[in-house]
Structure formats: C-alpha cells, structure tokens
C-alpha cells in the first residue's frame, strides 16, 4: 500500500490506500497506523498543532486529547473525525 503526500495552500493532502486525509493545523484527528502491529498511540484523538516544516519531513507536532500532552505523530497515520 502505498502513500502520498501533497501540499496545498499551507494545508497537506494525504492520500493512503484510496482514502484521501486533508491535514490542517487545528483540526482534530484519530492515529490509525497502517501496519497492525504497530501499537505505539494507536486509537488516540488529536489535535494538530504545527505541520512539517522540513522538506520530506512526515512528522507533525500535536496535543493529545487524552493527556493535553504534546508529541510528534505521522501525518500518513492520520484519519479524520
């Protein structure tokens, strides 16, 4: 399967496996990684806070909702609500 990556007007558009994710800072998402047995955050809620500002770079900064605490997720592991 595989993954890729745009970006559009200071928003990212991700396109995983016939499902297309619009990824913009505010808006919350649910942590859904596409190999199974990775466990790491996996049904988590959060809110995205900053997007990579590196170029190839697929990390974003975000605040879980759960713990309001801050960390770096995959943006190509993300599902909208």
Do not use: Q, W
Not at 23 to 40: D, F, L
Not at 46 to 59: D, H, Q, V, Y
């Amino acid at each position: 399967m595989t993954t890729a990556i745009h970006e559009e007007n200071g928003e990212l558009r991700v396109e995983r496996g016939g499902v297309e994710v619009n990824v913009v800072v505010g808006e919350k998402y649910k942590i859904e990684p596409i190999n199974p047995r990775k466990k790491k955050n996996r049904g988590r809620i959060c809110k995205i806070l900053n997007l990579p500002s590196e170029f190839m770079s697929t990390e974003a900064l975000a605040k879980f909702e759960d713990t309001k605490r801050t960390g770096k997720v995959d943006i190509r592991e993300l599902l909208p609500l």
